[in-house]
C-alpha cells in the first residue's frame, strides 16, 4: 500500500495566483480530510467528506477555498486567489470508517 | 465542541530516560476515541497510539504507554527509554463515537515538541 500521496510536496507561488493541491486516497478508504497547519493555529479540519459528500466544510476559511471529489480515491484542495495568509502546510488524510486516519506527507504552500 | 489542550509546548528528555506528555480533553460524550501522534521534522504525521474510551485498560506499543483518566479527562503519553529517534512534535488528538458520517474527524491539540538529550 503506497499510503495517502499527496502533490506537490511545496508550492511557491505569488499572490493573487491559483494553487490546486492534490490528493490521492488509500486503496479502499472512503473518508478524505484536509487540514490545514501553522504555527498559530495548530492543525484545523478544513473539510471532509465521507463516500465522496462533503460532511463538513466549516472549516474552510472563506469562498477562495474549494475542495472536490471527482471520483472516490482522489481529490483536489484549490485556492483562488491566494493570499500571504494562507501560507501553511496542508495535510490530507483518509480512512475507513472509525480506523485511525493516515496522513499524507502534506503540501508546503507560500506565498508571496 | 470538543477541545483538546495539551499544556507543555516544549519537553525535553534525557536519552533512555522516561517522560510523559500531558493531554486534557473537554467532551460531553461518553463514546470516544483519543489519539497520540508523532510528527517529526520530516512532518509525516504518524500514529503513536489509540485508546477507545469504553475501555479501562491503558492501551501500549512498545516503549509507548497512555495513563488514560475518563473522569478527569485525562489522557497522557509515556515514553519509554527514550531514543533519539522519538524527538519530534506529538500531537493529542479526539475523535468523536458517535454513530455516523459526522463523527469521523480529528479534533487536534495544540502540540508538544519533544527533544531527547543525548
Known amino acids: 500500500d503506497a499510503g495517502v500521496i499527496q502533490s506537490p510536496r511545496h508550492e511557491v507561488t505569488e499572490m493573487g495566483q491559483e494553487v490546486t493541491l492534490r490528493c490521492k486516497l488509500i486503496?479502499?478508504?472512503?473518508?478524505l480530510f484536509w487540514y490545514r497547519q501553522t504555527m498559530m493555529r495548530g492543525l484545523e479540519l478544513l473539510i471532509y467528506?465521507?463516500?465522496?459528500?462533503?460532511?463538513?466544510d466549516s472549516g474552510m476559511p472563506e469562498d477562495r477555498f474549494s475542495a472536490k471529489m471527482p471520483n472516490a480515491s482522489f481529490s483536489t484542495l484549490k485556492i483562488q486567489p491566494s493570499e500571504p495568509r494562507d501560507s501553511a502546510v496542508y495535510f490530507c488524510?483518509?480512512?475507513?470508517?472509525?480506523?485511525?486516519?493516515?496522513f499524507g506527507n502534506g503540501t508546503r504552500l507560500t506565498v508571496t | 465542541a470538543q477541545t483538546v489542550t495539551q499544556s507543555q509546548p516544549e519537553m525535553s528528555v534525557q536519552e533512555a530516560e522516561t517522560v510523559t506528555l500531558s493531554c486534557t480533553y473537554d467532551?460531553?460524550?461518553?463514546?470516544?476515541?483519543l489519539f497520540w501522534y508523532k510528527q517529526p521534522p520530516s512532518r509525516q504525521m504518524i500514529l503513536v497510539i489509540r485508546?477507545?474510551?469504553?475501555?479501562?485498560q491503558n492501551a501500549t506499543e512498545n516503549r509507548f504507554s497512555v495513563n488514560f483518566q475518563k473522569a478527569a479527562k485525562s489522557f497522557s503519553l509515556k515514553i519509554s527509554d527514550s531514543q533519539l529517534g522519538d524527538a519530534a512534535m506529538y500531537f493529542c488528538?479526539?475523535?468523536?463515537?458517535?454513530?455516523?458520517?459526522?463523527?469521523?474527524?480529528?479534533?487536534f491539540g495544540k502540540g508538544t515538541k519533544l527533544s531527547v538529550i543525548p
Open positions: 488524510a483518509s480512512s475507513f470508517g472509525y480506523s485511525p486516519l493516515h
Open positions: 486503496s479502499g478508504h472512503n473518508s
Open positions: 467528506f465521507n463516500n465522496n459528500v462533503p460532511i463538513d
Open positions: 467532551t460531553s460524550e461518553s463514546d470516544y476515541y
Open positions: 485508546q477507545e474510551a469504553y475501555k479501562q
Open positions: 488528538a479526539y475523535r468523536s463515537g458517535g454513530s455516523g458520517a459526522g463523527s469521523y474527524q480529528l479534533t
